[in-house]
Nanobody, 113 residues
């Protein structure tokens, strides 16, 4: 019954920014690690960022320095601020609960001039 829904994706020019949001329903996320992954066309699923229940963050190499993950447990929400986007960032971005194997349908991010 857990529902995970991502939002905030869209078309953006290279160098632009987007803020993705993840809304989790019917589950309290406060004790869980949360993460963002992505999958580009023809490529494997790739780790982007994760945040522990204590607020500790880890970032994948591809977007490190350009993204910030945050959480608001009272609202059951997780965010991914993305800056200085590049064409190779084009992908479907997924909000996940990696220890439970849950993820949402994803939100499309397209970076193109």
């Amino acid at each position: 019954q857990v529902q995970i829904v991502e939002s905030g994706g869209g078309l953006v020019q290279p160098g632009g920014s987007l803020r993705l949001a993840c809304s989790v329903s019917n589950f309290n996320i406060r004790f869980d690690r949360m993460a963002w992954d992505r999958r580009a066309p023809g490529k494997q699923r790739e780790f982007v960022a994760r945040i522990s229940s204590e607020g500790e963050t880890v970032y994948g190499d591809s977007m490190k320095g350009r993204v910030t993950i945050s959480r608001d447990d009272a609202k059951n929400m997780v965010y991914l601020q993305m800056n200085n986007l590049k064409p190779e960032d084009t992908a479907v971005y997924y909000c996940t609960m990696p220890t439970r194997g849950y993820w949402g349908p994803g939100t499309q991010v397209t970076v193109s001039a």
